[in-house]
């Protein structure tokens, strides 16, 4: 990216994120993502969110290192996830597994209010840092095991998963309101895991849709609570 502007690395990226979506058109039921996520993304200096000696790939297609064997979730899967959530600015929206804080920063943009949790209290106070310098001002974060979600605030308008369950969290269910979205990879820990879209209908009955297959990192300990 040395060679690339950050106007330039921005366009790459969207133009690697589009490809993506047209390759997985029939896996993911779209063959493009909505506007405004895609303006999201747009907007979210990536480069912010990685470690300084990788800001060079930081437009990359792929995931990258944080630190604490943690990772930055590819831009695609970024999209993918964020558009199967279906957000309204108007949204309350939980997300489980800050890391650097990235997906925060474009939920920010894209709802009224993001509460984020991640179990590592290094990464929750680095995110929320870098959250607070960069100007995203609605993500409240703290730390804590996102098995059991976030009950004071919830219901929550969708929750988002960032890390490998091996079921769906029965809390994370019992906190989204009617009509709201639970998107989550679901699988064993650093295989391919299927990503689901949870979906809550306006009378409380629950769906569950697979997409397609992913590999994040685990859910860490989240069957000793709940
Ligand atoms: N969304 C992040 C990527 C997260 S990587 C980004 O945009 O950078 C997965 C994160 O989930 C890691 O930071 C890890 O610490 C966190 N995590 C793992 N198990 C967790 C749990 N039980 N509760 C909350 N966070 C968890």
């Known amino acids: 990216m040395s060679l690339l502007t950050h106007a330039q690395g921005i366009e790459q990226m969207l133009a690697d994120i589009r490809t993506e979506a047209l390759y997985t058109r029939d896996l993911i039921g779209r063959d493009a993502f909505g506007a405004r996520v895609m303006s999201a993304l747009a907007k979210v200096p990536r480069e912010q969110f990685v470690p300084e000696a990788l800001r060079a790939a930081a437009f990359d297609d792929g ?113 989204l309101r009617p009509g709201g979205n639970l998107v989550i990879p679901v699988g064993p820990p650093y295989l391919s895991q299927d990503l689901k879209v949870v979906h809550k209908d306006d009378h409380g009955s629950v769906t569950t849709r697979s997409m397609l297959g992913v590999a994040f990192v685990p859910l860490v300990d989240h069957e000793q609570i709940g």
């Open 63 to 175: 995931p990258l290192p944080i630190g604490h064997g943690q990772t930055i979730s590819q831009p695609y899967i970024v999209a993918l996830m964020t558009d199967l959530l279906a957000t309204q600015a108007d949204h309350r929206v939980l997300e489980i597994g800050t890391g650097s804080g990235y997906q925060t920063a474009v939920l920010s943009l894209l709802c009224r209010q993001v509460y984020s949790m991640d179990l590592i209290p290094d990464l929750t106070r680095t995110a929320a840092a870098r959250l607070t310098r960069l100007g995203y001002h609605n993500a409240e974060l703290r730390s804590g095991n996102g098995y059991a979600g976030w009950p004071e605030h919830a219901p929550y308008d969708g929750i988002i998963v960032t890390a490998a369950a091996t079921h769906i969290p029965p809390a994370l269910v019992d906190q």
